[in-house]
């Protein structure tokens, strides 16, 4: 089969390997479509100290089943499918209280694992997804970036009513503020740039304004008006903002006191924060590193539902 392995930071190269053979338990899936997630690009630009090359990356797939082992019995060869990139040990404390998305020796495909930038990858069967005829496999392979999302709005704890603000216009970013909005709260998008902050309107926030506007602040204290910003996600890509303004610092500075900055992407290198807003403001800082099983089967029942758009964010 040909594959893309990342060989080290900046270098790609074409390979053929042999196609994988499936476990017991497993299932060979011949991938139709593959997203480039935050993370790949991350990793291509420069190192990461939790991916290890070299490494087939891709991680947000979809496919058809090519072969299955002996003891799956669930899902059936030229079914398609879309895919968990996680894989959870099921042995450490963590596994054993049901919060396995903080799994001691957490592994996923396309980042600790050889991942779907090829032609076949093996998978475990119980994280396979069984996806409708009519649905386009790009749309399936959106599953696994709108479950980041749902896992970073769960985490969050945003309630209806509350008001929430999105640093960022990556897919994440977009899906957070839909899903924010499916909750009930007023959402307002901070895009990377002024054609990604119409996107995120079109796509149901309350307003957005882009990160380079020299109003910036002034712009986001007239779109709040007198109402508190309970929540600010983080996302998307640091080096699109300004110097003297990262992500991470305006959302402290956004939200309110006693709010919640909840970091779903765009802080993966060292970044140098004011830390006495966080003290004075009693605010929280919250990671959302990936999700759960049922995070991903909300974000499947939700586009399939057709209640987010994910059409819109495929480039």
Not at 159 to 166: K, L, P, S
Not at 281 to 297: C, H, Q, S, T, W
């Amino acid at each position: 089969m040909f594959c893309m392995r990342l060989v080290a930071p900046g270098q790609l190269e074409q390979r053929v390997m042999e196609n994988p053979t499936p476990g017991p338990e497993q299932a060979l899936v011949r991938v139709a479509a593959c997203g480039v997630g935050a993370c790949d690009v991350a990793a291509f630009g420069s190192p990461l100290p939790w991916v290890k090359t070299p490494l087939v990356q891709g991680h947000e797939f979809a496919g058809t089943i090519a072969a299955a082992g002996n003891r799956v019995y669930h899902c059936k060869t030229g079914q398609r499918v879309c895919v968990e990139a996680t894989v959870f040990c099921g042995k450490c404390h963590h596994c054993r209280s049901a919060h396995e998305y903080l799994c001691l020796d957490l592994k996923g495909l396309g980042v600790q694992l050889d991942g779907a930038f090829s032609e076949y990858v093996c998978v475990a069967a119980d994280k396979l997804h069984p996806m409708p005829g009519e649905m386009p496999f790009e749309v399936g392979a959106m599953t696994e970036p709108t479950a980041h999302a749902i896992h970073a709005v769960r985490q969050s704890r945003l309630a209806r009513g509350e008001r929430a603000i999105v640093l960022g216009s990556d897919a994440p970013a977009l899906l957070i503020a839909q899903l924010a909005k499916l909750r009930g709260a007023q959402v307002l998008v901070v895009a990377e740039q002024e054609r990604q902050a119409a996107l995120a309107k079109s796509l149901g926030a309350d307003d957005a304004v882009a990160c380079r506007d020299p109003k910036l602040a002034e712009r986001v204290a007239a779109l709040r008006g007198s109402r508190v910003i309970h929540v600010a996600f983080v996302s998307g890509h640091e080096s699109a903002w300004p110097p003297d303004g990262h992500p991470v610092q305006r959302a402290l500075e956004f939200v309110d006191k006693g709010g919640r900055v909840v970091l779903a992407g765009a802080a993966r290198g060292p970044v140098s924060l004011s830390l006495g807003r966080l003290q004075s403001g009693e605010l929280e800082m919250i990671g959302a590193a990936i999700y759960r099983r049922e995070d991903f089967v909300e974000a499947f029942q939700q586009i399939q539902l057709r209640r987010v758009k994910v059409r819109e964010l495929i480039t």
